[in-house]
């Protein structure tokens, strides 16, 4: 079964950046589109950014032009290069394909990596 390691998150401060990096222990990243989801206190889930298989990439609004997505097949590795942080970056940080992907691969969640914005 596919686990997923993220790693990369810590505390810094505003305007500050930081880079997230997600392994995965099988080869999914070359076959499909990967996202980062971050999830903060008391709120839902919610996706981030995504990277198809030819390298498209998507941005929730929020984080559109601060924030890249991208992807090392050989390493199996995606990341999150997260610039000019706000207070609410704050969150926990997960990689991982789309739910029905998910679902059918049977792909858990990893442990997340979290992140700290703060003064």
């Known amino acids: 079964q596919v686990q997923l390691v993220e790693s990369g998150g810590g505390l810094v401060q505003p305007g500050g950046s930081l880079r997230l990096s997600c392994a995965a222990s099988?080869?999914?990243?070359?076959?499909?589109?990967v996202g980062w989801y971050r999830q903060a206190p008391g709120k839902q889930r919610e996706l981030v950014a995504d990277?198809?298989?030819?390298?498209?990439?998507h941005y929730a609004d929020s984080v559109k032009g601060r924030f890249t997505i991208s992807r090392d097949n050989a390493k199996n590795t995606v990341y999150l290069q997260m610039n000019s942080l706000k207070l609410e970056d704050t969150a926990f940080y997960y990689c991982?394909?789309?739910?029905?992907?998910?679902?059918?691969?049977?792909?858990?969640w990893g442990q997340g990596t979290q992140v700290t914005v703060s003064s």
């Open positions: 990277i198809t298989t030819a390298g498209t990439t």
């Open positions: 991982n394909v789309p739910a029905s992907t998910r679902n059918e691969l049977g792909i858990s």
């Open positions: 099988g080869r999914i990243f070359s076959i499909y589109t």
